[in-house]
């Protein structure tokens, strides 16, 4: 192999190894919302906050409370704060995402724990499936 061509080689080598290497990295970080922290509240089909109980019971009854279901919504609400009965709008409801409160394997993917309450307001931090959560979500069962 000649000197020029063993050279044009080692540097396309060299270029694909820093942008795979570069691509690992950005991957490995995030690139999106998915490493910005987030909050979570206990919300109805209406997307209106409902007190954290309504999330607690319908965990024991597959997601529904008296026939209408609630959800964890998480997602980032632009800094804002809402209190039980107001309504999330929905330029942070169309990004948000939705558990199941009795959906164990979603809620741990979302980084909340697999069973018990979780307070409305929260803050968890890490992005998807990264266990790591803010204060405020307890763990223990019902």
């Known amino acids: 192999m000649s000197t020029a061509r063993s ?81 999330i709008p929905t330029q942070y409801t169309g990004s948000a995402t939705r558990v199941n409160p009795s959906d164990t394997s979603a809620r741990s993917r979302v980084g909340l724990p697999r069973s018990g309450k979780v307070s409305s307001g929260t803050r968890i931090s890490g992005g998807i499936g990264s266990g790591r959560v803010g204060g405020g979500i307890g763990s223990g069962g019902s």
């Open 7 to 87: 050279n044009r080689v080692r540097g396309a080598l060299g270029t694909v190894t820093l942008t795979s290497a570069a691509i690992g990295f950005l991957a490995g970080c995030g690139t999106g919302n998915d490493n910005e922290a987030r909050e979570v509240y206990c919300v109805d089909e209406q997307d209106q906050v409902v007190d954290d109980s309504q999330c607690e019971e319908a965990e024991r009854h597959g997601g529904f409370v008296g026939g209408l279901p609630f959800f964890f919504l998480l997602g980032g609400f632009g800094g804002n704060r809402y209190s039980v009965g107001q309504r």
